[in-house]
């Protein structure tokens, strides 16, 4: 398993932006997601990538977050704008397994990596 390391959490006025890193150990590529847990609620997935390019976003961050990736520093990106009080929660990055190289979620999540999450606050 790879080793992930989230950061750029923090406390934002709503309407604002944040951009989280999710570090990976080595040089390993995987399709990865980024989830949210809030308080007393599930962890659900708002974005993931390929292990190439392709993207996918949850209703609720459509238009609004941006998941990238820079293979070359084994780094995840979500640029996150236009904050919304409801995006609070804690922020948490996944690797897939290499098996495979697009975002399944189900499989990654209960197989996959998981990062030690970080702590994104939006105030109204």
């Known amino acids: 398993q790879v080793r992930l390391v989230e950061s750029g959490g923090g406390l934002v006025e709503a309407g604002g932006s944040l951009r989280l890193s999710c570090a990976v150990s080595?040089?390993?590529?995987?399709?990865m997601g980024w989830y949210r847990q809030a308080p007393g609620k599930q962890r659900e997935l708002v974005a993931s990538?390929?292990?190439?390019?392709?993207?996918d976003y949850s209703d609720s961050v459509k238009g609004r977050f941006t998941i990238s990736r820079d293979n070359a520093k084994s780094t995840m990106y979500l640029q996150m704008n236009s904050l919304k009080p409801e995006d609070t929660g804690v922020y948490y990055c996944?690797?897939?397994?290499?098996?495979?190289?697009?975002?399944?979620?189900?499989?990654?999540?209960?197989?996959?990596?998981w990062g030690q999450g970080t702590q994104v606050t939006v105030s109204s």
């Open positions: 996944n690797a897939c397994p290499q098996v495979s190289s697009i975002y399944i979620s189900n499989f990654c999540f209960a197989l996959g990596s």
């Open positions: 080595g040089n390993i590529v995987n399709a």
């Open positions: 990538i390929s292990r190439g390019t392709s993207t």
